[in-house]
């Protein structure tokens, strides 16, 4: 099915490059892109909220072990010096 896409010079200058580089034609580097975009894209689009900040979550410590109990008085202080 063809498809008319318009490039900036930059990109057009990118994926001749890439081309060249692989001994291949522009147009089998721009299907493999867009295969490779879109099942990274339909992947992301899956995840669930904790699958996507998973890598986030117990990888930095406050050194404080009363974050929970005592939230309130932490934040209250917090605030207050910020005046």
Known sequence: MPTSVRLDPETVALLE???????????????????EYCRKALAEKRKRPYELISDLIGTEHSGRGNLAIDHEKILRQAFNRDK
């Open 17 to 35: 490059t890439t081309a060249r580089s692989l001994k291949t034609t522009k147009s089998q580097v721009l299907k493999a892109s867009i295969r």
